[in-house]
């Protein structure tokens, strides 16, 4: 009986990236997630005892600015658009 063959690399990643969306390469990092999440902090008046909250929101927003901006088929990094949409206020996206 033959051995099936594997996949490659490449097929597992866009298999993974497929069915789990957010755990694909361009997902946002700790560090953006971190900084996101303490603009929402201060955004709030800097209450603690929220700071799991800010951290879900947090992904939640870069996660969402990064399927819209791939769904929209614009150039360059989504990191890089999302600066600059900050930068030119856009409300979800203000730091």
């Known amino acids: 009986m033959a051995t099936p063959k594997r996949p490659t690399p490449d097929q597992v990643v866009r298999e993974a ?13 700790a560090e953006e997630i971190a900084a996101e999440a303490y603009r929402i902090y201060l955004d709030r008046g800097g209450q603690h005892g929220q700071d799991m909250n800010d951290w879900l929101e947090a992904e939640r927003r870069l996660s969402a600015s990064k399927r819209a901006i791939e769904s929209a088929g614009g150039s360059g990094t ?12 856009d409300d979800d996206l203000k730091a």
């Open 78 to 89: 989504w990191r890089e658009r999302d600066a600059d949409r900050r930068a030119h206020g």
């Open 17 to 29: 990236a497929a069915i789990y969306p957010d755990t694909n390469p361009g997902a946002p990092t």
